[in-house]
Structures are given as C-alpha cells and as structure tokens.
C-alpha cells in the first residue's frame, strides 16, 4: 500500500503562483510513476500532470504547459506541482496519485489508470 497526503494549496489572485507538495509512503513509493488530476463539482476529474518514477519524464495536460512544473525529489519521497500564472479556471481540488507498477516506463493520463490516491487539496484563484 502506498499512502499520499497533498499539501500546498489555498487562494491566490489570477496571476499568482503555488506550489503544491504530494508526500508518499509505503512500499515501493519512490519507484513508481506519480501524477496530478483537478476536479471540480460536477465534472469528472481531470489529467494535469504525470511524473516518471526517477523524474526523467514528465507529461502535460495542454492546458497547463508553459505554466505548471511537475518535479520530485525521491530522497524525501515528494513530488510537486509548482503552479504559475494562475487563472479562475485552474480553481479545483487538486488530487496526487500513484500508479501501482515499480519502474513502469508508463505515464498514465486517465484516472483508472492509477491505483493509489490522496485527499486531494483546494486550489481557488480569484479574479
């Protein structure tokens, strides 16, 4: 079992920047490939960003290319989604994930795809 807890979100003005951390604990945490969804009420949750198992490859949503970096330090079992040039529409519960599969060569962009979850942490940008 891996176990996520996301931390780093709040509220910032349209422009602004936060940066979002992901803890992971359990077996096998540093060797699996991570990513980040958003959801919003009403709508089903959405792909933002995935992350390699060693950081070596990184994949987007068009959306946020050019505007958010996915990284992780695997010494201190954290990944991280450092959010810039914020916009009303990025206003969502931003979720971590983990996929189960040691050393997938894999970036995952659907939720099923994905095997383990966090709480999930509120990102709101005002106007």
């Known amino acids: 079992q891996v176990q996520l807890v996301e931390s780093g979100g709040g509220l910032v003005q349209a422009g602004g920047s936060l940066r979002l951390s992901c803890a992971a604990s359990?077996?096998?945490?540093?060797?699996?490939?991570m990513g980040w969804f958003r959801q919003t009420p009403g709508k089903e949750r959405e792909f933002v960003a995935a992350?390699?198992?060693?950081?070596?490859?990184?994949y987007y949503a068009d959306f946020v290319k050019g505007r958010f970096t996915v990284s992780r330090d695997n010494a201190k079992n954290t990944i991280y989604l450092q959010m810039n040039s914020l916009k009303p529409e990025d206003t969502a519960v931003y979720y971590c994930?983990?996929?189960?599969?040691?050393?997938?060569?894999?970036?995952?962009?659907?939720?099923?795809?994905?095997?383990?979850w966090g709480q999930g942490t509120q990102v709101t940008v005002s106007a």
């Open positions: 359990g077996r096998n945490s540093n060797y699996l490939s």
């Open positions: 994930t983990a996929d189960k599969s040691p050393l997938s060569v894999v970036l995952p962009t659907a939720p099923g795809e994905y095997d383990y």
């Open positions: 992350i390699s198992w060693n950081g070596g490859r990184t």
